[in-house]
C-alpha cells in the first residue's frame, strides 16, 4: 500500500551520518564518493514519493517508524513520521 508524496525533513542525526558515510568512502574508495549519497538520497525521494508504508516497523523506535533498505550499499533509512494538522 503506497500513500500520497511527502515533504522529507533530513534530521541533524542523519546530515552526521552523511559526514561519517562520506568519510570511510573518501579513505576505502573515493571513486563511489559520489555514488552513495546519491542512492541513499534516491530511495529517500523514492520513500517519500508516497512508498512510505512499505519499510519494515520499526517498533523498538515507535509505531511511526519504518526502515528501508538501500540496496546497492546496504544502508539502511530509518523513518518517523508525523502528522501535523491545520489549527482552524
Not at 13 to 28: G, L, Q, S, Y
Request: charged share 25%.
Amino acid at each position: 500500500m503506497t500513500g500520497s508524496p511527502l515533504r522529507v525533513r533530513i534530521a541533524g542525526r542523519a546530515r552526521a551520518d552523511f559526514d561519517r558515510i562520506a568519510a570511510f568512502w573518501e579513505v576505502n574508495n573515493p571513486s563511489i564518493l559520489l555514488e552513495v549519497p546519491e542512492a541513499i538520497l534516491s530511495r529517500i525521494r523514492w520513500i517519500a514519493s508516497g512508498n512510505y508504508s512499505l519499510g519494515q516497523p520499526t517498533p523498538e523506535l515507535g509505531p511511526e517508524h519504518r526502515s528501508v533498505l538501500e540496496r546497492r550499499f546496504g544502508y539502511r533509512i530509518y523513518t518517523g513520521f508525523t502528522v501535523i494538522r491545520p489549527t482552524c
